[in-house]
């Protein structure tokens, strides 16, 4: 029977702390689905894998029970022989490279090696059965960092055209590690050991807060934009991104694992990134996110983070503010490593001295080199190859940086606290794909490489209004006026958008290592997190479009938004603002002649997710089990990847906050890509993460057409200030987003108000729900955010002193039991009373700390 199915693949990422023979996988598909048990076929595969006797016997009495429990016909067991392959790789090297029990570093050198040389090991086997069979080898041998086998398996899952179709677990399901902090991770560890109230009992499915707030206090201004830093589906996009973009992708088109136009959609992906981020930060009074400084080499902002590796069992390294960039000597774990600045410095030049030049350095087969044209179409995807990037893709390793330099900016901030090894602190969160963003730091880095291209794109002609490359004015076809405006499901009013906090629940048993023996090896219910993220209710742009070219016609529809106001509430300048303009949604539609009238739901955007939950384990395991055929499976492959849809909107203010929205329809006729098969794979979020093996879907430059600087128009400007009458006709970039689309009329451009609502949930339910604090309390969600009188309404105190706090108190605080109950109404607990010393109010980055206001 065929091993290398998808199910199967997902169980290999499930519990990856924790041998396979340790526990039953699965079992998400509904009721009476089959749980999955791997057992090692023999013993000799058994004595490879495992290296502890202790490990071994827990697995041999684990592998008894299964095998009665399924002849007792109890539970549904799928029983899977787990195999050694034929020819084994010997695995030394990729030990020696990355340590089991190290915190795996995606931009660390070595680490990346052992993560192509595994990578390549899975790839190289001939079918998914094989991929399987070595994959489940590797899985628990002693030789492999559990961190490591999720990248190099994912990695190769989605580059094989085999095995492509299969959609991978979102990975805050897979490592919850990564995005709760140690509190929750222990709390998670605690409830799973407990038994199972019996059959329908809610505290089975209580769910712990993730209170993400946790990490700083609002006495950092910086803390104001926890909730979008610490988003769990932002950073498992990061992390999916880079899964699907390694940085080891080949640079020959037709090759596996080819992605086209790689370098090019790093640059666009993250510069999303970071202009949403501004967008983020205007809304809450801060200034946009400064570049990183070469002079004073300094991290102005500190991040301590409260995450543990359960792989390392290290607690990621945290940073004090102005923390100074300096040589990274060694990382605990994994010895010398010896990453200076001043290469970083050296690579930096080189990187900005072919912009300017308009070449760069390219290294030929036989070791010469020659200067090629930085210019054009391809220039935007050689310069991201360059700046992030690796040996495989870089055109000069040696001259821009074997490492990168960008993965070598990520290194050095990631081991900026413990520069010299001396204090044995594990990585910061830079280091990871999957934690970096919670990082001020990363911003400040990410903007520095966002500059680096913004340079090379200023050297680049505009985009003119009816000749030159991709001209902006569609003749024959207009954006009627006044027509073009947004509109939310729940408003009656045009351009008024609203944001409010909501709550997702993820089941983080999948991915934590509760070893589960006995009775709570069958435990059915999942151990639940609630995360706090920012949502909006879905809106929809409307527009008509006047085609008066006679004939039907095909047209891209590109809407983007921006900030309409800087940090002193002036109105921005269209040189400035066109660098914080940020993707909406692009869509393809077929103009009939005359007047079309276009709806656009924003739950279908082209820069997000299809499904905001992501690829559970859960959803995932349903889909495989109901699926008729692999078409079924196919259509949700790639899915993990995509902007997450409740952060879509900045989060605005509660006065509401101005944004202009930009939409230019251009010539859908230009914009097709040859050859391009749309129909493979999930068609979501088009623009980050384009089709898996297939060409970009849109054949003008990433960012069309805020990527470059604004056209020019003829102004009389004087020549001679002693004679006003002289004067000559000029050529100057239109001033305002206003100005620029009234030469376009196939654009529009209409200014949008946020609204953030102070309510703090969008279900008043969800106030009352009962919830399990970190530290293991029961509580109220109302209580816990100190609103129990009207949930959701009341507002939060504005001010606060010494000798009290206005903040209600927190009723009805009870202890959730820290031991297993001896009789259903026998719980008793040893609880220490709700947090204290802390209090959300996310609108204003406002704190209530012990009775001090900020
Ligand atoms: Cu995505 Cu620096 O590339 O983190």
Not at 143 to 156: G, H, R
Not at 643 to 654: D, E, F, K, M, T
Not at 737 to 744: G, H, L, M, W
Request: glycine share 8%; charged share 25%.
């Amino acid at each position: 029977m065929a091993k290398g199915t998808p199910m199967n693949f997902i169980h290999l990422l499930e519990k990856m702390s924790e041998p396979l023979g340790f526990g039953l996988r699965g079992g998400g598909g509904g009721n009476g689905d089959a749980l999955t048990y791997f057992y090692y076929k023999d013993q000799s595969m058994m004595n490879q894998m495992l290296n502890s006797e202790s490990m071994r016997r827990t697995v041999q009495m684990m592998q008894r029970r299964m095998t009665q429990v399924k002849e007792e016909g109890k539970i549904n067991i799928d029983m899977v022989a787990m195999e050694m392959p034929k020819e084994m790789p010997n695995l030394r090297l990729i030990s020696e490279l990355c340590p089991k029990s190290s915190n795996f570093c995606y931009f660390q050198p070595k680490h990346r090696q052992a993560f192509v040389i595994l990578k390549t090991i899975f790839e190289s086997q001939r079918n998914p059965d094989e991929v399987f069979t070595m994959a489940g080898a590797c899985r628990d041998s002693p030789m492999i960092n559990s961190q490591l086998f999720v990248y190099a398996l994912c990695s190769c899952l989605v580059t094989r055209r085999d095995t492509k179709h299969i959609p991978i677990p979102n990975h805050f399901e897979v490592m919850p590690d990564c995005y709760c902090t140690t509190d929750v991770v222990r709390q998670a560890t605690k409830m799973a050991s407990m038994p199972e109230m019996p059959n329908g009992s809610p505290e089975n499915k209580m769910p712990i807060l993730v209170d993400q707030n946790f990490v700083g206090r609002g006495t950092d201004p910086e803390h104001r934009l926890w909730y979008f830093r610490e988003d769990i589906l932002v950073n498992s996009h990061h992390f999916h991104w880079h899964i699907v973009f390694p940085i080891c992708s080949p640079k020959v088109e037709g090759q596996p694992g080819y992605r086209d136009r790689r370098g090019e959609l790093f640059y666009y992906m993250h510069h999303g990134m970071i202009a949403r981020y501004d967008a983020e930060r205007l809304c809450n009074n801060l200034p946009r996110a400064r570049m990183f400084d070469f002079n004073s080499l300094m991290l102005e902002e500190g991040y301590f983070g409260k995450l543990s590796s359960e792989n390392s069992g290290m607690q990621w390294g945290t940073r004090q503010a102005f923390t100074k960039l300096t040589n990274v000597q060694t990382i605990v774990g994994d010895g010398p490593l010896g990453i200076r600045v001043e290469e970083l410095t050296r690579w930096r030049d080189r990187i900005l001295e072919s912009i300017d030049i308009g070449y760069y350095i390219k290294q030929e087969g036989n070791g010469t080199e020659k200067r090629v044209k930085l210019t054009g179409f391809n220039g935007i995807d050689v310069l991201g190859d360059i700046v992030e990037s690796a040996e495989s893709l870089t055109p000069h390793p040696q001259y821009y940086g074997r490492i990168g330099f960008h993965n070598m900016g990520h290194v050095l901030i990631a081991g900026s606290h413990d520069p010299s090894g001396k204090h044995r602190e594990g990585l910061g969160v830079m280091g990871d794909v999957s934690t970096a963003m919670r990082d001020p730091a990363f911003y400040r880095w990410h903007k520095y490489l966002d500059h680096i291209f913004d340079l090379y794109k200023q050297t680049l002609p505009e985009y003119e209004l009816d000749k030159g490359d991709f001209p902006l004015v569609w003749k024959g076809v207009e954006v009627v006026p006044q027509s073009f405006y947004v509109k939310a499901e729940d408003s009656p009013d045009k351009n008024m958008l609203r944001t409010f906090w909501n709550t997702k629940e993820v089941d983080l048993s999948r991915g934590l290592d509760f070893r589960r023996t006995g009775m709570a090896a069958m435990k059915k219910s999942p151990v639940v997190g609630m995360f706090t993220h920012l949502d909006h209710p879905r809106f929809d742009y409307y527009l008509k479009i006047a085609n008066k070219t006679g004939k039907p016609t095909a047209a891209t529809i590109r809407i983007f938004m921006a900030p309409r106001e800087d940090e002193n509430g002036d109105k921005f300048g269209l040189d400035e603002q066109r660098k914080l303009f940020f993707e909406m949604d692009k869509v393809s539609k077929q103009l009939q002649p005359g007047e079309n009238e276009i709806r656009i739901s924003s739950a279908e955007s082209s820069v997000t997710l299809r499904d905001d939950n992501g690829s559970t384990f859960e959803k995932l395991e349903r889909l495989f089990r109901n699926a008729k055929n692999q078409q079924d499976v196919v259509e949700e492959g790639q899915c993990n990847c995509g902007w997450p849809q409740h952060l879509l909107l900045p989060r605005g203010s509660p006065g509401g906050t101005p944004y202009d929205l930009f939409v230019i329809v251009t010539d859908g006729s230009q914009d097709k890509v040859p050859n391009l098969d749309r129909k493979n794979g999930c068609n979501s979020a088009l623009s980050f993460c384009g089709i898996l093996n297939e060409k970009y879907p849109d054949a003008r430059p990433m960012g069309y057409p805020f990527d470059r600087n604004p056209y020019k128009r003829e102004v009389m400007q004087p020549l001679d200030i002693a004679d006003p009458c002289a004067a000559a006709s000029m050529q100057v970039p239109v001033g305002s987003i206003e100005d620029y689309v009234s030469n376009i009329k196939n654009s529009a451009v209409v200014q949008v108000s946020i609204r953030h609502d102070r309510m703090m949930m969008k279900k008043e339910a969800d106030m009352g729900q009962q919830v399990i604090t970190p530290d293991g309390n029961c509580v109220t969600l109302g209580d816990y955010y100190g609103t129990s009188q009207r949930p959701g309404r009341q507002p939060l105190p504005t001010q606060n002193t010494n000798t009290g706090s206005q903040r209600p108190q927190r009723p009805n605080v009870r202890p959730w039991p820290q031991s297993p109950p001896s009789g259903r109404n026998q719980w008793q607990g040893v609880g220490g009373g709700a947090r204290k010393g802390r209090d959300y109010d996310p609108d204003e980055g406002w704190e209530y700390l012990n009775g001090d206001h900020y």
